[in-house]
């Protein structure tokens, strides 16, 4: 089992690694608003949002390592899946706690010890399930650590309801975390905040004597694995973050900055998540019209109510008719959708792929509800 999951992530990983992107998270807020910002760009956008539901009993997909993390969801969230229920790039919980993942190919997650392990995109679910506020979710770094198992290398923009922040990096196997006074620009890209700031500090938003000449990435000599590109996309953004001056409406805002970096035919979709409304607008890879949810029109009290919206079909109106109930065979198809550019790849038999996904598919199949009484 060990050898075959090790061939699967590492079809994985060769396949990912030429899908090199731009993607781009930042926070706005004024003195009665919160706004998170997020684009997902990448070569193919199928995907579907989901709500998660409260008192399930979880635990990590992980099989080579020891010490495997368990815990019960406490807080609801609706979050955007490529890879399967349990599996998101992000989202938002009942507290207004928003996290998403981005590519970093320096990542190197911790070394095996005595804390509990979970696979990567489950930390990111984890999180939302039993986190409510950024200094929660740095704080878990105590007790729960990623998989090695996972070499996809991502890291993560969190930001909570009372307006903090904070970048979360795992480099030479230690988190890394950006916040308060250390975090001057509350944005990432693709590249350690770290090297972005010190990219940053030669224009003059950020006390250097050059001028941000892009208004938008279009403008930008863009290709694929071009870290200085990737730079220029956090100045472009930065640029647009510092230009707003009527924080009225933060919602317009965070759109016109999503806007400048927006990558043609590579952004999947453009999420503007309302921490302090409880109120998530996004766009397909059409990016023309916004689609609104509220989370009032959810419920999270029993996996009973879990339904799913596609992300690419659906339209702004009548948006909560267009979620269908979930079902093994609907995440099936979007898993092995998903997996298709790496089911064509030659690095890994046919047999053992199906296997392997086919367990990730069933996975929310095998979780139990914490009290069932609530049901």
Known sequence: MKTK?????????????????????????????????RNFDFDFGSGFV??????????????????????????????????????????MNEK??????????????PEPDNRNVISLLQWVQYQLDVSGTVAEVIASDRFVRISKENPIGLHFFVCDAKGNAATIEFLEGKMVCHKGKELPVPLITNNTYDESITYLKQFNI??????????????????RGNI????????????????????????????????????KNHTQWSTVFDITNKMIYFKNNKHVDIITLNFKDFKFDSDKNTK????????????????????????????????????ESKFFPVKLQHSMIEAQVRFPDTLKRANKKND
């Open 5 to 37: 999951l090790v061939l699967l992530w590492m079809a994985f990983l060769i396949a990912f690694i030429p899908y090199s992107n731009a993607c781009t998270t930042f926070m706005l807020k004024n003195d009665k608003q919160v706004i998170y910002g």
């Open 50 to 91: 989901v709500n998660n539901p409260r008192k399930l009993m979880k635990y990590a997909l992980v099989e080579t390592e020891k010490n495997i993390m368990t815990w019960e969801s406490k807080y609801g969230s609706i979050t955007f899946n490529q890879f399967g229920k349990e599996f998101p790039y992000g989202g």
């Open 96 to 109: 207004g706690l928003v996290i998403e993942v981005l590519t970093l190919t320096q990542t190197k997650y």
């Open 206 to 223: 950020l006390g250097g004597d050059s001028i941000v000449k892009w208004d938008n990435i279009y403008d930008i000599d863009w290709s």
């Open 228 to 263: 200085l590109a990737v730079n220029q996309v956090f100045a472009t953004a930065a640029n647009q973050m510092l230009k707003i001056k009527d924080n009225s409406n933060l919602i317009n805002s965070a759109f016109d900055v999503l806007q400048s970096v927006t990558v």
């Open 308 to 343: 799913i919206l596609d992300i690419q079909t659906a339209t702004p109106d009548n948006t909560m008719n267009q979620f269908i109930p979930y079902t093994t065979d609907i995440n099936r198809n979007y898993v092995f959708k998903a997996y298709t550019p790496l089911m």
